[in-house]
């Protein structure tokens, strides 16, 4: 070759390499759309995911400003919430550990130029760097899904009471799937993009001072959200394959309305419609319990691994086979018993192990959420020997030369097995519960969600924060009765004020219909409390008699449904307890003793 020829080939090369970082895929991805391949057969070959968990998704804009004018780096946001620099020898060791699949969280908004000036252009540096670590994760064999993650809580833009504003939302989350979408067309189909996180539905009228400065409707109808939230994924839809090439027939994952399974299995929830014929997949989280995986505390977690926390988990993860049976490729995109500072929660194996067995049985894939307290990342390997070995055995790999039927017959008779092996209960001192008794309890969250007791309308003793002492009472008939909740014994040794607490009675609508509860008395920290205004007695489900003590959810007090002793509702509220009054930061005990029976 002539030196002249020479100088073109290498600049030739160079603009090759100029343009790389948005045209090139991987070395080790080959940018190939396997054809015919359905999204239900897509989740069968991702095998056992996990998220690179507090690392894209970073973002603290009074830390760190606003967009790549701030001369930061993108691995300043990247540690910012903890974690190690990402690494090809990290994604190398997660799928060696046994993770075929990486979820990426990414930050894409609070690091745009100025999005409440109109300008939603993401910063090229950023979108470099996660480039960066989807080809580590394709160079180690990974499939990878991107996504928009909280993002500083912009998406409560959509919920603006301004026009403008609501449209600027629509405008900025189409043009921000936009460029992603041309940024990652050449990647092949292992690359899968995620619309949104844990916000459509759930978050559109979230306030957010970072974005929106005018104020935000935050009385959004359920049927207003559900609307909303069809017309976004459809929108995310749209765009993608408007990008052409290779995101004309690449999976998309929809979020599921606030990913919570029982919303998404609303039929208010719609899938979008699609130009490329079985592409589509769902997404959804699991964390129930919440006051088990999400606990702040290890010892402050609730119980959980009877035979009825079995049943639970089986029955809910069971509501997704309506997905499945249309056609859908069902992705669980987070879940786990969390951690604490990387200390597992007593029968976190046991949790794990029930949840991939479900997802085995029902042909699900799921990726844990994980910062560092499963996987550790600067020690690139699992913390945990017995949590190591579950998902080195779980991984796309161990499943080869099996049938789906195989799977889920071993997945049926290991459930199975788990059950038979299962306690009924965990307190030899809990009340036993059944559909002739009703029993009355106080249910609680802290509010710190540290600790809690029985939320919810069905009586579940097991479900007690270490430490607490419940004292429940049998109902058998018209009467006064006691019950309280002493957290001396807990960690902490008192309940950081209140997030949520009911006094419930189970089968009481069924047992004693139209019945009422009046509290004659309340103690709290041994001192007797005076409500602020007055508590009624109402159902949720028509089974469960309650007693609201704080329920800030409840903004409008339900009068038709409402229960009085004497029938007059004056003054009724649903937070009859005042967190402001002195002593609520540090619950140490409370007390109720309430008259039951047949209003006056």
């Known amino acids: 070759m002539s030196s002249k020829g020479k100088r073109m080939w290498l600049l030739a090369v160079l603009m090759l390499l100029m343009l790389c970082?948005?045209?090139?895929?991987?070395?080790?991805?080959?940018?190939?759309?396997?054809?015919?391949?359905?999204?239900?057969?897509?989740?069968?070959?991702?095998?056992?995911?996990?998220?690179?968990?507090?690392?894209?998704?970073?973002?603290?804009?009074?830390?760190?400003?606003?967009?790549?004018?701030?001369?930061?780096?993108?691995?300043?946001?990247?540690?910012?919430?903890?974690?190690?620099?990402?690494?090809?020898?990290?994604?190398?060791?997660?799928?060696?550990?046994?993770?075929?699949?990486?979820?990426?969280?990414?930050?894409?908004?609070?690091?745009?130029?100025?999005?409440?000036?109109?300008?939603?252009?993401?910063?090229?540096?950023?979108?470099?760097?996660?480039?960066?670590?989807?080809?580590?994760?394709?160079?180690?064999?990974?499939?990878?899904?991107?996504?928009?993650?909280?993002?500083?809580?912009?998406?409560?833009?959509?919920?603006?009471?301004?026009?403008?504003?609501?449209?600027?939302?629509?405008?900025?989350?189409?043009?921000?799937?936009?460029?992603?979408?041309?940024?990652?067309?050449?990647?092949?189909?292992?690359?899968?993009?995620?619309?949104?996180?844990?916000?459509?539905?759930?978050?559109?009228?979230?306030?957010?001072?970072?974005?929106?400065?005018?104020?935000?409707?935050?009385?959004?109808?359920?049927?207003?959200?559900?609307?909303?939230?069809?017309?976004?994924?459809?929108?995310?839809?749209?765009?993608?394959?408007?990008?052409?090439?290779?995101?004309?027939?690449?999976?998309?994952?929809?979020?599921?309305?606030g990913t919570n399974i029982e919303q998404t299995c609303d039929n208010r929830f719609k899938m979008p419609t699609d130009t490329a014929e079985n592409k589509l997949l769902i997404s959804v989280h699991y964390y129930d319990p919440w006051s088990y995986c999400g606990a702040e505390s290890v010892s402050g977690a609730t119980a959980w691994g009877t035979k009825k926390d079995y049943d639970a988990m089986d029955k809910t993860l069971s509501r997704m086979q309506k997905f499945v049976k249309q056609g859908y490729g069902v992705v669980i995109g987070e879940y786990g018993a969390l951690p604490i500072n990387t200390e597992l929660k007593a029968n976190t194996l046991n949790y794990h192990t029930r949840f991939l067995d479900n997802c085995d049985y029902y042909d699900y894939t799921s990726c844990l959420w994980d910062c560092s307290g499963f996987f550790v990342r600067k020690d690139l390997k699992m913390k945990d020997a017995d949590m190591a070995a579950l998902y080195a055995g779980r991984n796309a790999a161990s499943e080869e030369g099996k049938t789906l039927e195989e799977v889920q017959q071993a997945a049926r008779a290991h459930m199975d097995q788990m059950r038979e092996e299962a306690p009924d209960t965990f307190r030899a001192d809990a009340l036993a519960a059944g559909s002739d008794k009703a029993i009355a309890w106080i249910m609680w969250s802290d509010g710190s969600w540290a600790y809690s007791y029985s939320v919810g309308d069905e009586y579940q003793p097991d479900s007690i924060s270490g430490g607490l002492k419940a004292t429940d009472a049998v109902i058998d008939g018209e009467g006064t009765y006691h019950v309280a909740l002493d957290f001396t014994g807990t960690d902490k040794g008192y309940s950081q004020s209140i997030a949520f607490s009911a006094l419930g009675i189970s089968n009481g609508e069924k047992l004693y219909p139209g019945w009422v509860v009046d509290i004659t008395?309340?103690?709290?920290?041994?001192?007797?409390y005076r409500f602020k205004g007055r508590p009624y007695t109402t159902s949720d489900n028509s089974i469960c008699t309650r007693v609201n003590l704080y329920n800030s959810w409840v903004t409008k007090v339900p009068r038709e449904n409402a229960r009085v002793r004497y029938g007059d509702l004056t003054g009724i509220t649903p937070t009859p307890i005042d967190l402001n009054a002195p002593g609520m930061d540090q619950i140490r005990t409370i007390e109720l003793t309430f008259w039951y029976g047949p209003r006056k």
């Open 21 to 257: 970082p948005v045209f090139c895929a991987a070395e080790g991805d080959d940018g190939v759309m396997r054809e015919g391949l359905t999204s239900v057969e897509l989740t069968r070959l991702m095998g056992n995911g996990t998220n690179l968990g507090n690392t894209m998704e970073a973002c603290d804009a009074r830390k760190f400003g606003l967009g790549g004018n701030t001369g930061k780096a993108p691995t300043a946001y990247e540690v910012g919430w903890g974690q190690p620099v990402t690494t090809q020898e990290m994604l190398t060791a997660m799928k060696e550990a046994g993770f075929d699949t990486i979820r990426i969280p990414v930050a894409w908004m609070t690091n745009a130029s100025h999005l409440t000036d109109g300008d939603y252009t993401l910063d090229e540096p950023y979108l470099a760097r996660v480039k960066e670590i989807v080809d580590y994760a394709r160079n180690a064999g990974m499939y990878v899904i991107i996504n928009d993650h909280w993002d500083g809580g912009w998406w409560g833009m959509f919920g603006s009471e301004k026009a403008e504003t609501r449209a600027l939302a629509m405008e900025a989350y189409k043009g921000m799937w936009k460029q992603i979408a041309e940024y990652f067309r050449d990647y092949s189909d292992y690359v899968i993009f995620e619309g949104a996180n844990e916000e459509i539905g759930a978050r559109f009228d979230e306030d957010s001072a970072l974005y929106c400065s005018d104020s935000l409707v935050t009385y959004l109808s359920d049927n207003e959200r559900y609307a909303l939230a069809n017309e976004v994924n459809q929108a995310f839809v749209d765009t993608v394959r408007q990008t052409g090439g290779n995101n004309a027939t690449r999976f998309l994952l929809i979020p599921g309305y």
């Open 521 to 528: 008395e309340c103690k709290i920290n041994g001192e007797v």
